[in-house]
Nanobody
């Protein structure tokens, strides 16, 4: 069973930066998409950023120009560089990988990001 482990969350002041990492416990074949979602208290989980197998990316409007998603296939890792953080970015961030013929979704356990002064 593939496990995804996120790291890099924490408390940061507004305007600060964090880099989230998500490592798979084993190599995942036929990856279609790697993505980051977030869920704030009382809100639905939302897509933050995704990177497709062809390298194309897409971002939520609220993070465009501030967040960057990247992947390292050799390390089975996906990153989320978050700059110019705002209090409204506070949430639990989850990574997910969609892979295989059945396009199965794997999810991490989440990492807390808190933006506060």
């Amino acid at each position: 069973q593939v496990q995804l482990v996120e790291s890099g969350g924490g408390l940061v002041q507004p305007g600060g930066s964090l880099r989230l990492s998500c490592v798979a416990s084993e190599r995942i074949f036929n990856i279609y998409r790697m993505a980051w979602y977030r869920q704030a208290p009382g809100k639905l989980r939302e897509l933050v950023a995704a990177i497709i197998s062809d390298g194309s990316t897409n971002y939520a409007d609220s993070v465009k120009g501030r967040f960057t998603i990247a992947r390292d296939n050799a390390k089975n890792t996906v990153y989320l560089q978050m700059n110019s953080l705002k209090p409204e970015d506070t949430a639990v961030y989850y990574c997910t990988v969609r892979a295989g013929i059945s396009l199965r979704d794997y999810w991490g356990q989440g990492t807390q990001v808190t933006v506060s002064s």
